[in-house]
Every structure is written in C-alpha cells, then in structure tokens.
C-alpha cells in the first residue's frame, strides 16, 4: 500500500506559477511510475503527466507541454509538478497517482491522493 499526500495548490494569476508536491509513504513507493491528473468542474479526469521510477522517461499531456515540469527526489520520496505560465483552463483539482508502469500511467493509477486544488484567475 501507498499513501499520497498532495501539497501546494491555491489560487494564482494568469501568467503565474505554481509548485505542487505529492510526499509518497509505504513500501517500496519509489519503486512506482508518478503521475499527476486533474478534474476540472464538470469534467471527467484527465491525464496531465508521469515520470518512471527512475525520473528518466517523462509523458506530458499537449495541453502542459512546455509549460508544466514534473520530477521526482526518491530520496525524499516526493514527485514534484512545477507550473510555469498557467491559464484560467488549468483551474481543477490536481491529483498524484501511482503506478506499475510509466506505459500504463495514463490511463490512472494504482494509488491516488486525495488531491490539492488549483485555481487560475483571469
């Protein structure tokens, strides 16, 4: 079992940023692909990013690429998501997950947080 506890949502402006963090407990949880998702108002989840185990393979959604970074400090057991240059449309509530497989990643995890909401203000 893995517990996830997400951490560094709020409200910022347009244009801003943002650094969410996702602290990762129980056995072997730096052994777990990381993903973060969200659900906006009315909508269903939707994937947003995953990095492997190891940090070294990342998957960004078109919606974030070139403006959303995820990482990962295994010896922290924490995933990070740094959101540069965030709109109105990022506005939802940002979930971590945890996986088997990076490959599988997208599709959810095995493990979820309880999720931190993010609010972007025109």
């Known amino acids: 079992q893995v517990q996830l506890v997400e951490s560094g949502g709020g409200l910022v402006q347009a244009g801003g940023s943002l650094r969410l963090s996702c602290a990762a407990s129980?056995?072997?949880?730096?052994?777990?692909?990381m993903g973060w998702f969200r659900q906006a108002p009315g909508k269903e989840r939707e994937f947003v990013t995953a990095v492997s185990w190891s940090g070294g393979v990342t998957y960004y959604a078109d919606s974030v690429k070139e403006r959303f970074t995820i990482s990962r400090d295994n010896a922290k057991n924490t995933v990070y998501l740094q959101m540069n240059s965030l709109k109105p449309e990022d506005t939802a509530v940002y979930y971590c997950?945890?996986?088997?497989?990076?490959?599988?990643?997208?599709?959810?995890?095995?493990?979820w947080g309880q999720g931190t909401q993010v609010t972007v203000s025109s």
């Open positions: 997950a945890a996986g088997l497989s990076i490959a599988t990643m997208k599709l959810g995890g095995k493990f």
């Open positions: 129980g056995r072997t949880s730096s052994s777990y692909a």
